[in-house]
């Protein structure tokens, strides 16, 4: 089914581990929408090592792809009209660039815009232990008006397998983008 060509969801992929959350989402959002994807240096030596070598399956995965140096790409411009953003995983070097309004590449010059224009941003954010400084991070990016999904899974739905664990919290961020999904159960269904 061709995604419907009036809605576009951004995607940026940063350097924190979590790429089976990433490769996830994206396969979901490509069947809702025009997934709009960036990919930066530090995340793909992350998918590197936790998918393997074939970058392509995820770039297949994307309406576009945008190189993150490219300043000149439609999501740095708050005209370029699109749904969301999602920063998936989101290291603490981006969700810092982001919560301090640095935008020294595509993707945090796009989270910048997506704020700015009121639209949702949604960092799902990967680190532990966390400091002082991740957790005034987090708060000043929330403060902008970002929600931040740390990605910690519920297991209250009795997960059996790691792919069980990684679509709840794929559907806990659909559910934030307000997208329908059927990946796991509802509280009390």
């Not at 991740?134 to 899974?153: D, F, K, Q």
């Not at 519920?154 to 559910?175: A, C, M, N, S």
Request: aromatic share 4%; proline share 7%; charged share 20%.
């Amino acid at each position: 089914m061709p995604a419907p060509p009036d809605k576009r969801i951004v995607m940026a992929v940063t350097g924190a581990s979590g790429m089976p959350y990433a490769e996830t989402l994206a396969g979901h959002l490509r069947s809702i929408c025009r997934l709009h994807l960036i990919v930066s240096r530090a995340g793909w030596l992350v998918w590197d090592q936790e998918i393997g070598p074939d970058r392509q399956r995820l770039l297949n995965l994307a309406f576009r792809h945008y190189d993150q140096e490219d300043l000149a790409a439609p999501p740095a411009s708050g005209s370029w009209q699109h749904h969301g953003m999602v920063v998936c995983p989101c290291s603490m070097a981006s969700l810092a660039a982001i919560a301090r309004g640095v935008g020294n590449n595509l993707i945090h010059r796009a989270a910048d815009v997506t704020l700015k224009e009121r639209r949702r941003l949604i960092l799902v954010v990967r680190e532990t232990p966390l400091s002082s400084i991740h957790l005034e991070n987090m708060l000043a990016a929330t403060r902008t008006g970002a929600v931040i999904m740390p990605a910690s899974p519920g297991f209250y739905h009795g997960p059996r397998t790691l792919r069980e664990l990684v679509d709840q919290l794929t559907g806990r961020i659909l559910d934030v983008l307000d997208v329908g999904h059927n990946l796991t159960p509802r509280w009390g269904e």
